[in-house]
Antibody, heavy 119, light 106 residues
Framework: QVQLQESGPGLVKPSQTLSLTCTVS??????????WGWIRQPAGKGLEWIGR???????KYNPSLKSRATISVDTSKNQFFLTLSSVTAADTAVYYC???????????WGQGTLVAVSS | SYELSQPPSVSVSPGQTANITCSGV??????ACWYQQRPGQSPVVVIF???KRPSGIPERFSGSNSGNTATLTISGTQAMDEGDYFC?????????FGGGTKLTVL
């Protein structure tokens, strides 16, 4: 059973960069059969797709984030990463990493990590 | 940008049928899926590719998608089905979630 675990600072100051790590176990981020994604959820609100990492390293992002998001990967550590620059209070949310199945849905999710943006 | 709309809330009596809708322009031309999210937990897919149930999801969950509307139907709703439900659609460039529907079993 694939497991994903998010990690990173729980508090980031406004205008700084948010950095999160997703560690994958019992599965490979290098698998050609799956891609990997980041999703966030402000408290009491809905899910927002942030971006997706494709096999081979290509990426796609939600245009609403205006190029502030970057997803990268370290296959040697079986981890992928999210950086979000120039954060504001509106970026406060639970951030999830998840595996994207070819059938068109996220089939495995991490438990989520709360990131607050505050001075 | 593509948008999906859901009713904020749906209420149903135990044992009755709950229908949760998801609307988007020509949504029927895309595949839709549905996630259930209980408080404090990560989302879990209950329907994918419009109508398919992952293993372990009860048969009372079913889905349809045609025209501009996808529908999640829960037959014989149980108290354990309470939670938030999100629809999701995708194409090669983007993944979109609906705003979510809070299902209350009264």
């Amino acid at each position: 059973q694939v497991q994903l675990q998010e990690s990173g600072p729980g508090l980031v100051k406004p205008s700084q960069t948010l950095s999160l790590t997703c560690t994958v176990s019992s599965g490979s981020v290098n698998s050609g059969s799956y891609s990997w994604g980041w999703i966030r959820q402000p408290a009491g609100k809905g899910l927002e797709w942030i971006g997706r990492l494709f096999p081979g390293g290509g990426t796609k992002y939600n245009p609403s984030l205006k190029s502030r998001a970057t997803i990268s990967v370290d296959t040697s550590k079986n981890q992928f990463f999210l950086t979000l620059s120039s954060v504001t209070a509106a970026d406060t949310a639970v951030y999830y990493c998840a595996r994207w199945a070819r059938l068109g849905f996220f089939d495995y999710w991490g438990q989520g990590t709360l990131v607050a943006v505050s001075s | 940008s593509y948008e999906l709309s859901q009713p904020p809330s749906v209420s149903v009596s135990p044992g009755q049928t709950a229908n949760i809708t998801c609307s988007g322009v020509e949504l029927g031309d895309k595949y839709a899926c549905w996630y259930q999210q209980r408080p404090g937990q990560s989302p879990v897919v209950v329907i994918f590719q419009d109508t398919k149930r992952p293993s372990g999801i009860p048969e009372r969950f079913s889905g349809s998608n045609s025209g501009n509307t996808a529908t999640l139907t829960i037959s014989g709703t149980q108290a354990m089905d309470e939670g938030d439900y999100f629809c999701q659609a995708w194409d090669t460039n983007t993944i979109v979630f609906g705003g979510g529907t809070k299902l209350t079993v009264l």
